[in-house]
């Protein structure tokens, strides 16, 4: 089964669907997307994006992007899931991307089980991106922004292979980080990062 409109279609109004990428690595901001799709031209094969192979997610995402009525990202920095923790950064960053929309929504469903403060009304979806389609293309365009961000991260931070693991627990990373420390992009706040961090400075 498919994620499709079905949810969208309960509330009047532009519905977007919102969606958040990165709230599990150790390094990297995390990023959400928003988006408002035309459901008269909707893209095809759309799904969670976990669910889908790199290059079938660089295809959506183009054909998501051209053919929604509004599409955002935003991101929220690692100072401020530093600052606030994850779960209030990811609300930002999802607060962000519904603010940047074109087109105002009336209401958003939100991946997950937590009520966010957003700019409209909104409801929590569990598993929301494999059940809604608005859902499903934010997650795929919150994934996509992510990935380029933590790949950029790779030249600047050699060492570490983020352009492969994109900051998540790997043992390439658990290696790199024990010979290497922390460096600039890590999430101090972080338990495994806070205890290297103990152990010696940031690079």
């Known amino acids: 089964m498919r994620p499709d409109l079905s949810h969208e279609a309960l509330h009047p109004g532009p519905v977007c669907g919102v969606d958040e990428a990165g709230r599990g690595p150790w390094a990297g901001p995390v990023s959400a997307a928003a988006v408002i799709l ?14 889908l192979t790199e290059a079938r997610r660089i295809a959506l995402e183009s054909e998501i992007k051209a053919r929604a009525r509004a599409w955002s990202v935003a991101f929220a920095s690692v100072e401020e899931i530093d600052d606030l923790n994850i779960l209030q950064a990811t609300g930002l960053a999802m607060r962000r991307a519904v ?11 939100v991946d997950g089980n937590y009520r966010f403060a957003l700019p409209c009304p909104m409801e929590p979806l569990v598993k929301g991106d494999a059940r809604s389609a608005s859902i499903a293309a934010a997650s795929i365009l919150a994934k996509q922004a992510r990935d380029r961000l933590m790949i950029e991260a790779d030249e600047r931070f050699p060492g570490y292979g983020f352009a492969g693991h994109k900051g998540y627990h790997a ?33």
Do not use: M, T, Y
């Open 99 to 109: 603010e940047a929309l074109g087109v105002p929504p009336a209401f958003a469903l």
């Open 38 to 51: 035309d459901s008269n031209d909707l893209p095809d094969g759309l799904n969670d994006s976990k669910a």
């Open 171 to 203: 043992p390439i990373h658990v290696a790199a980080l024990k010979r290497l420390g922390p460096c600039p992009i890590h999430r101090r706040s972080f338990a495994p990062i806070r205890a290297l961090i103990a152990q010696r400075p940031l690079i």
